[in-house]
């Protein structure tokens, strides 16, 4: 049984720790800015390999996996890191890698040695999980529009339309963003730190990404793995949240003692513990999931995805109500984290839809698909 | 990461579930209907006892006082085998997991042996003499008194909630000593023959109609002082190396329903809907995902704890969730499952046996939410012992035991 980080990705926390050591007061720098990234932190993110590390070595990568995008993901997550790795590294990379073809060899050495950043563009405002595309590609030139998407600022995004050659169905399109065919706005969002906004494509030039008709396969695979890096990160925000508390309970005073010494305190911050450590029994397994391609990676990625939520959203929400009124305050920065929980909570889908992906896939499970040995035994 | 065992644990994996293959059937329980409570005790003792000849008893403890000298790993990849067969353990749970680990790291060895050796060999059954009608969670405030007489002490008051109490052979037993000092400093631990006059046991009928647990008085009981375990006034630390091996107890009861069975029941109950069943209603997805979280949660932490065993390293801060977690979790999804009947959930025999599982971990779980410590007791272990927060203000701590207000 290792089911555990092994130690060379322990080592790698700890790179990833002390280059995001600061990047809570970077944070909040973004929030009086109107600047897309910090791009001091994404040069020193880049000349540590993060966009690289699970990217092949023949395509300029570092040629890791998975899980030491997880354990970056979680270092990211603790401090808010405000740089386009999510975007680019995990979401818009994978789906290059998932594709593959002639994408992926013109894009992932660029993405891998950082000289483009990616971005998925999905979402057609609310309800996109449940209908087809509108955007279209007609003779290779993309025309639509997609929000809200991540890091609007980025130079190439992973695109979901259909083209006649898709059926029923819908594909994926990489479409170059550096081009007057294309126009990027940023909006205000609910995230202080991580910029949304909105793609406007009026017959831009994409190259298509997998088959033609797979789109929904490849959404269904992409949103499993953005959901356990999500986890990663919602993890790392709840643990940051949960530290503070801790050190927060113990430096306060009221009523002449600690206010850690209260148990209406105390229980709370035991309550957050306790579903973080949860969390990242999933998180862990989804982890294992993903980087084995196992049948499992459904009901994992399920599991991942809401614990964390629900761990995140928790921790988040209960670190304001324990630090009084300068936890309410613009200038503290619970709100960032705040912020950030509800906004990972809703992007790449809520509650009520992982919770039925969770029950298909359990369900799945107990009617004769034998997924179980390796929970069994306990 | 993988989830294979090393080739040495496999090996003894591999062991073990030759050795229950051939051997645990004969000692399962008979299938369907009630066993008569001396035929599961018989059925407990000749289990141990198969057990301890094959030497799968005391697995991690010293040679020296009658264990194998192995490897916490071995001991935990034998209970996970055991698990899958219905043998019955839980009479031995008292003595193996805290009273003869007390034993051995109070005695020396070779006078532990005399206790280690009957109990592995199931003909000595412990239990656990702690708790009070009035110190529960507040254990340090027993006041059960056990005066000094010679070489003797004598013992009156009583204890509670004390599970296999009229069973056991030997007890383990928490007394005030001296009451003129503070709560914490005037205990000390004994052990004690539970055939002793002075000793009267009466069963508990709980809630769920069971007599799961007793009442024990002590009267005029006399104690030699032969039979104390640690120092005069250490009691409360040597309570508290008993307690810590009850913590790490946290496996999870494989009869107990989840979110698969509650998936199972929602599928068999109609909807409002023409051919709909619950089993497509939002509401209940969520719940049955809030239930899977907490459960399947509980299983890698467990995987994580096996992880850190396997390396040598005591398990971490995980062990100290697991019954917090569980019971609780058990409650809420029997109240639940019994939600989805409605009305029709009232009768007793409504649902069949799956509902029935469902109801009988309801009432039981309420219980399980005490012993072993409440859930307050244990968010204080999480929040002042792993977190590192500030203890409860406290005015009873430094005041001697018998100034205090009753």
């Not at chain 1, 990211?76 to 992926?104: C, N």
């Amino acid at each position: 049984m290792n089911f555990d980080f092994s130690d060379e990705q322990q080592a790698l926390r700890d790179q990833a720790r002390k280059l995001f050591a600061d990047g809570r007061l970077r944070a909040r720098r973004m929030v009086e800015t109107e600047r897309p990234f910090d791009r001091d932190l994404w040069r020193d993110a880049i000349g540590l390999g993060c966009t690289g590390a699970a990217i092949a070595e023949d395509l300029g990568g570092v040629g890791l996996g998975p899980l030491e995008l997880c354990v970056i993901a979680e270092e990211a997550g603790r401090t808010l890191a405000p740089i386009p790795f999510a975007s680019s590294v995990l979401h818009a990379s994978e789906a290059i890698k998932l594709g593959g073809g002639e994408a992926a060899a013109t894009w992932l050495p660029q993405l891998a040695e950082g000289a483009v950043i990616g971005t998925v563009a999905f979402a057609e405002g609310a309800g996109s999980w449940d209908r087809m595309p509108e955007a279209s590609v007609i003779d290779g030139c993309l025309t639509g529009a997609k929000q809200p998407v991540a890091d609007p600022c980025a130079d190439i995004a992973v695109v979901s339309a259909r083209a006649p050659e898709d059926g029923a169905g819908f594909g994926w399109f990489v479409v170059d963003l550096r081009q007057q065919a294309v126009q990027c706005e940023t909006l205000p969002a609910l995230d202080a730190v991580r910029r949304h906004g909105r793609l406007h494509f009026a017959s831009a030039p994409a190259i298509r990404l997998g088959a033609p008709g797979t789109g929904a396969a490849m959404a269904e695979r992409l949103m499993d793995a953005a959901a356990i890096y999500t986890a990663f990160e919602q993890i790392g925000g709840a643990e940051a949240q949960l530290a503070r508390c801790v050190a927060y309970a113990g430096t306060r005073r009221a009523f002449g003692a600690q206010i850690g010494s209260f148990q209406g305190v105390k229980h709370r911050l035991a309550d957050m513990y306790v579903k973080i450590e949860l969390a990242r029994g999933h998180a862990l397994y989804g982890a294992w999931a993903l980087s084995t391609e196992a049948r499992e990676l459904k009901l994992a990625a399920a599991g991942a995805r809401l614990s964390a939520t629900e761990a995140f959203s928790f921790a988040a929400e209960e670190a304001i109500e324990l630090h009084g009124g300068i936890g309410f305050t613009w200038e503290d920065d619970c709100h960032l984290y705040y912020r950030r929980a509800r906004s990972l909570a809703m992007i790449f889908g809520n509650a009520a839809r992982w919770s039925q992906r969770l029950v298909n896939a359990l369900a799945a499970k107990a009617h004769g698909n034998p997924d179980k040995e390796c929970v069994d035994g306990f | 990461m993988d989830f294979e065992d090393a080739p040495q644990e496999a090996a003894y994996r591999q062991k073990a579930r030759n050795w229950l293959a051939e051997h645990a059937p004969s000692h399962a329980a008979p299938a369907g209907g009630a066993e008569p409570e001396e035929a599961m005790m018989r059925r407990a003792r000749l289990w141990q006892k198969a057990k301890s000849k094959a030497g799968y008893t005391g697995i991690t403890w010293p040679a020296d006082v009658g264990g194998q000298g192995g490897a916490p790993i071995e001991k935990l990849i034998f209970e996970q085998e055991e698990a899958q067969y219905r043998v019955f353990t839980i009479p031995f749970q008292v003595g193996m997991g805290m009273c003869l680990p007390t034993i051995i790291a109070t005695t020396p060895p070779e006078l532990a042996r005399n206790f280690v050796e009957p109990a592995l060999r199931g003909d000595e059954i412990w239990c656990q003499l702690f708790s009070e009608p009035g110190a529960g969670s507040d254990l340090a405030g027993v006041r059960t008194r056990a005066v000094r007489d010679g070489s003797d002490w004598v013992v009156n008051g009583q204890k509670v909630w004390t599970s296999y109490a009229n069973h056991a052979d030997y007890g383990l037993l928490l007394l005030r000593t001296d009451p003129g000092m503070p709560k914490h400093k005037g205990l000390t631990m004994f052990f004690v023959d539970m055939r002793s006059a002075g000793i009267e046991v009466r069963p508990i009928r709980s809630m769920t109609g069971h007599a799961d647990f007793n009442e024990v008085f002590l009267t005029d009981l006399r104690i030699p002082d032969s039979q104390r375990l640690g120092e005069i006034g250490a009691g409360w630390r040597v309570a508290l190396t008993t307690l810590m091996h009850e913590r790490l107890a946290i496996g999870r009861d494989p009869d107990a329903p989840g979110a698969e069975e509650l998936i199972a029941l929602a599928r068999s109950l109609p909807s409002g809907t023409e051919g709909g069943t619950m089993l497509q209603d939002s509401a209940v997805h969520a719940a049955i995902a809030r239930f899977y979280i907490n459960d399947a949660g509980l299983d890698f932490l467990r995987m994580r704890a096996q992880t850190a065993i396997s390396a040598g390293r005591a398990p971490g801060p995980e062990a100290s969730i697991g019954k917090l977690v569980m019971a609780k979790t058990r409650q809420d999804i029997g109240a639940y499952a019994m939600d989805l009947m409605e009305g029709g959930g009232v009768l007793d025999g409504a649902g069949g046996a799956l509902l029935a599982a469902f109801r009988y971990h309801y009432m039981f779980s309420a219980g399980l939410r005490i012993a072993g410590g409440t859930d307050e007791v244990l968010r204080n272990i999480i929040a002042e012992r792993v977190l590192g927060l500030p203890g409860d203000a406290r005015s009873d701590r430094e005041k001697p035991f018998n100034t205090l207000d009753a």
